[in-house]
């Protein structure tokens, strides 16, 4: 009994999560003032306010060639998500609108489906949803951009090849004016 007691506890100390450095560290773009955290300057804490915490979305605006708007709140928006390692994205849709299959690749993503029916938008209305990322900084690589629009091009053999298709269809999406709806 002694000895399972004794590596219950050294688990126990192995699982322990430290109390963070700071609560929050509301990000600021004075380099006179303030202290480098996370890739931000930090505002000194007895200065920060609600509004630091605080923004706004209003519906986006989908009369584009995919329907869809993809408005980001991140510590750009909300300075007060600093070193929180979150951000949210809302994305308006409109009827049969899409957002281009893409990745995040400083997060992970979950989505929440408020209004209206998502499978590229099946619905006859709009829809709206919000994601939630596992950072403050999620980046964003929609894949016909980095796939077709790519600087310097990726070779036409390579994507004949992978796409299992014609040359003149790999020149033609080269062609399109590749919508970015962020």
Known sequence: MKSSYLIFTAFMALAF????????????????????????LCKDPKLATAND????????NTSNSLGSKVTPVAVNEILGLN????????????????????????????????????????G???AVAIGGLSSQNPGVITIANAVFGSNPKI????????????????????????????
């Not at 999560?17 to 202290?35: H, K, R």
């Not at 994205?89 to 979950?110: C, K, M, V, Y």
């Not at 992978?162 to 790999?170: L, S």
């Open 17 to 40: 999560d430290p109390s963070p450095l700071q609560d929050f560290c509301v990000a600021i773009n004075d380099t006179n003032n303030g202290v480098f955290v996370n890739g931000k």
């Open 83 to 122: 070193t929180l390692g979150i951000s949210l994205a809302r994305i308006d849709f409109a009827p049969r609108g899409l957002n281009p299959p893409h990745t995040h690749p400083r997060a992970t993503e979950i989505l929440i489906v408020l209004e209206g029916t998502l499978y590229l938008n099946v």
């Open 155 to 182: 070779s036409s053999d390579v994507l004949t090849k992978a796409f299992q298709v014609d040359n003149k269809i790999v020149d033609n999406l080269r062609k399109q004016f590749w919508l970015d709806n962020n």
């Open 53 to 60: 915490f605080f923004f706004s979305v209003k519906e986006g």
């Open 124 to 126: 006859y209305g709009n």
